[in-house]
């Protein structure tokens, strides 16, 4: 894939992803994006669940008449595409899709998509992302300046997530050594990685580097902000929230990145009422712990910082 990074960006691209549907990545998108529109900035919100896009429900918004359908079927010009929402300073683009799947995406149109996500003339652009790992999804999430994870306190979830990472850093490896020539390099010794005594990512990444000085200098550059920020929806209990720990310790262990725990989110039955009711969630809801939880995790991810999980549950 061509290197779009090197587009200049109009803003700051966030993307909620995770590998799991039912996660909560489109409440946790909407909220975010709220919360950054609340403080004044200039919001765009962009549905990419191809397929089952539902971020307008969230809003109160009836199915849009606009939507990525005519970015990628007539060329309309993405910015164009977007609907107002209740906030003056946030919009949507709709991933409201009848007639096209994210494998049929081409890679010019992908590559016009993302161009123009990074020239829209807003400070922040949330991409919300659907279920799996199909190469145009982690694409998506790779062109992100903070790439967040959502994951519930599941087994499936949690598992579905440590695969997202795994194939997003293997991904960005691959097409950031393919720049130099090297791609054939990765894909051989992972290929073989037992005769290479490589157990995991991490072991790859670390044997490239030290097999090859010109190598270690690319991945040093290029991985540098491969940052994980990480967000625990659904939570019931202290084990819940302390779940965020442990992900972070195996994540590093076996995948090398570095992991902000940014926060969790209780679980709590307003936010489905929120949404049968056509009510923005941190709109109308401010006062409950979920809305509280949320800001917080804004502020973590906008300072770099992590969540404070020895006080417990809140």
């Known amino acids: 894939m ?17 590998g799991k549907g039912g996660t909560g990545k489109t409440f946790i998108t909407s909220s975010t994006g709220t919360t950054l529109a609340k403080r004044g900035r200039r919001v765009v919100m962009v549905d990419m669940d191809i397929g089952g896009a539902n971020l307008h429900s969230f809003f109160g918004i009836s199915r849009p ?8 079927e007539s060329g309309t010009r993405l910015a164009d595409l977007a609907v107002d929402t209740d906030l003056p300073n946030m919009s949507l683009i709709t991933g409201d899709i009848h ?11 992908k590559l016009k998509l993302f161009r ?11 991409i919300d992302l659907g279920a799996g790992s199909h190469a145009n999804t982690l694409d998506t999430f790779l062109i992100a300046d903070r790439m967040i994870i959502v994951l519930t306190p599941e ?10 990472v795994k194939n997003s850093l293997f991904r960005k490896v691959k097409l950031t050594l393919k720049e130099y020539g090297f791609k054939e390099i990765v894909q051989h010794i992972w290929d073989r990685r037992q005769s290479y005594g490589i157990k995991n990512l991490k072991d790859l990444i670390d044997y490239l580097k030290d097999s090859f ?3 270690r200098t690319i991945l040093d550059n290029e991985l540098a902000g491969f940052r994980i920020h990480l967000v625990v929806n659904m939570v019931r209990n202290n084990q819940d929230i302390l779940l965020g720990t442990s992900i972070k310790s195996v994540l590093t262990k076996y995948l090398g990145v570095p992991i902000l725990y940014s926060g969790y989110v209780e679980y709590n039955d307003v936010v489905w009422k929120s949404v049968r009711e056509r009510k923005q969630f941190m709109l109308n809801y401010t006062a409950t712990g979920c809305a509280r939880q949320v800001e917080t995790v804004v502020e973590n991810i906008l300072n770099g910082r992590e969540v404070n999980v ?3 549950y809140a």
Do not use: C
């Not at 087994?155 to 997202?164: G, R, S, W």
């Open 2 to 18: 061509a290197d779009t990074t090197r587009v200049a960006k109009e803003g700051e691209i966030w993307v909620v992803g995770g």
């Open 65 to 72: 008449q606009k939507s990525l359908t005519s970015f990628f």
């Open 99 to 109: 007639s096209i799947a994210s494998d049929t995406i081409r890679f010019s149109q």
């Open 116 to 126: 123009q996500i990074m020239k829209l003339n807003v400070q922040n652009v949330l």
């Open 155 to 164: 087994v499936i979830a949690i598992e579905n997530m440590y695969h997202f």
């Open 213 to 215: 000085s010109y190598i």
């Open 310 to 312: 020895p006080g417990g």
